[in-house]
């Protein structure tokens, strides 16, 4: 049993009315962040201003404070000048645009401090007219309605319809298993959906096969290779949507786009076909999470441990050969989804460095191969004679490595901290999934980090 925090997302299917509503609310949210970030932008320019005539630190007009707690408090005092139809929405649009701010200020603050790693972070920007529409309700009335499992209800905006049933969600919330913290409106990609944030008590069975260690080969050609000897197939969703893509592209091209020196703003008619690519590229990528969530979780259900590799995804799709095979195939995506299910079902994780060279490696003997081509399909041992498919020879070697390391730092427990909401039980949170967005300890940063091409290939097979 442990408690973790989970998002239940569900599609809305908003009437009119509705659909004006939740636009609103998540216009007011931007306005409340780009009101915030105006006052802290002026404020910084005129302390540098005023730095650079020579004043002393302690003369500077003084800083304003940039937490969310005194955002909202000066919000509050403003938001009858600034924005006299505050009232038409929920406060907690204007809040959620502050928290927001108040967020990627810490998280610049801490890039620039060297507090966070990773890429650096820029200061943040004003958001435009078309930015990504969102709000956030922390407090008010919101959640599934009693008795019926097609509705939701939202703060101000009312009881909303659904495209698909709560079912999986009210039935923990019925039990008394889930709380429900936060409620989030999004549009994407013509859609609009609701992501609640829960705190969950989970109850997950122990793997049927305890004892058993299972290396996990991921790959292009197949999506993995399993030690059992197990090859599951690579689906690939996009390959399949290429042609139809290649058409709309084709058809965008034929419209008038953006382009911006002379400030040609594009048609209407453009922007449609691009709403049909994103549309077209969210029903890829949905089928594709879906395959993956059915492979890890009966991987988690099924072995005590797993090895994984490390790989270097964001290396990889910059090889532009690879790139398109390997985004389509969403591994860092699947090690994220092992890693966070693993700690749910106390199993171990194993992740092998990065350099352990899984392919070239006899799995009989221990040989080490100098060199093993691509397109070597078959891995041959000169010292031994062993002859065995090259993915499965990596997947073995990969269950083999758990069993010389016992003790991994990886094993049990892996639990990484987004930022996110105060006062919240930060124990309980579960790898990048609480809040959306990605964990800043797992898979995010390694991204960033170089390999040298020719071992970015030999880990692809
Ligand atoms: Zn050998």
């Known amino acids: 049993m442990s408690t973790v925090l989970q998002a239940y997302r569900f599609a809305l299917d908003p009437n009119p009315d509705q659909e004006s509503a939740l636009r609103s609310h998540?216009?007011?949210?931007?306005?409340?962040?780009?009101?915030g970030l105006a006052r802290i932008k002026a404020n910084r320019d005129q302390r540098k201003a005023e730095a650079s005539y020579g004043l002393d630190w302690d003369e500077l007009t003084p800083s304003v404070s940039r937490s969310a707690y005194s955002l909202r408090k000066d919000w509050n005092q403003a938001k009858d000048m600034v924005a006299p139809w505050w009232q038409e929405n929920s406060k907690e649009a204007y809040s959620s645009g502050l928290a927001n701010l108040a967020a990627a200020l810490k998280n610049w603050g801490d890039s620039n401090t060297g507090k966070r790693k990773g890429r650096k972070l820029a200061f943040p920007k004003f958001k435009g007219r078309r930015a990504g529409l969102s709000c956030r309700f922390t407090t008010g009335s919101f959640g599934l309605v009693d008795g019926d499992r097609r509705h939701v209800k939202l703060p101000r905006i009312g009881v909303v319809r659904t495209h698909e049933s709560t079912r999986k969600l009210a039935r923990h919330v019925e039990r008394g298993r889930a709380r429900i913290r936060s409620?989030?409106?999004s549009y994407r990609a013509g859609r609009w959906c609701v992501s609640f944030s829960v705190e969950i008590t989970r109850?997950?069975?122990?793997?049927?096969?305890?004892?058993?260690?299972?290396g996990v080969d991921l790959g292009i050609k197949s999506l993995a290779v399993l030690s059992t000897g197990e090859v599951i197939a690579n689906p690939k969703h996009l390959e399949v949507a290429q042609r139809e893509l290649r058409r709309l592209q084709r058809q965008a091209?034929?419209?008038?786009g953006p382009d911006r020196r002379p400030g040609q703003k594009p048609s209407n008619r453009w922007r449609k076909t691009q709403a049909r690519i994103a549309k077209l590229h969210t029903t890829v990528a949905n089928a594709r999470h879906d395959g993956l969530h059915k492979l890890t979780t009966r991987l988690v259900r099924t072995f005590g441990a797993i090895v994984l590799e490390d790989l270097n995804v964001a290396g990889m799709v910059k090889n532009r050969r690879l790139a398109r095979q390997v985004a389509g195939?969403?591994?860092?995506?699947?090690?994220?989804?092992?890693?966070?299910?693993?700690?749910?079902?106390?199993v171990c994780v194993h992740v092998a460095d990065r350099w352990y060279p899984s392919s070239k490696t006899c799995s009989d003997c221990g040989v080490v191969k100098a060199k093993?081509?691509?397109?070597?399909?078959v891995f041959t041992c000169s010292s031994c004679g062993m002859s065995l498919d090259r993915d499965l020879n990596a997947a073995h070697n990969l269950a083999k490595l758990a069993e010389t390391t016992t003790s991994s730092p990886s094993c049990g427990a892996t639990?990484?901290?987004p930022d996110g909401n105060p006062h919240k039980p930060r124990s309980t949170r579960a790898a990048g999934i609480a809040t959306g967005r990605p964990a800043p300890n797992s898979a995010g940063q390694r991204r960033h980090r170089k390999a040298p091409a020719h071992d970015t290939l030999s880990h692809v097979s």
Request: proline share 5%.
């Open 26 to 35: 998540c216009g007011a949210q931007r306005f409340a962040f780009n009101w």
């Open 183 to 185: 409620a989030t409106v």
């Open 203 to 214: 109850d997950d069975p122990a793997p049927a096969q305890p004892d058993v260690t299972v």
């Open 253 to 256: 091209s034929r419209r008038q």
């Open 329 to 346: 195939v969403g591994m860092a995506e699947l090690r994220r989804q092992v890693e966070y299910k693993a700690s749910w079902a106390g």
């Open 372 to 377: 093993l081509r691509l397109s070597d399909r």
């Open 415 to 417: 639990v990484n901290e």
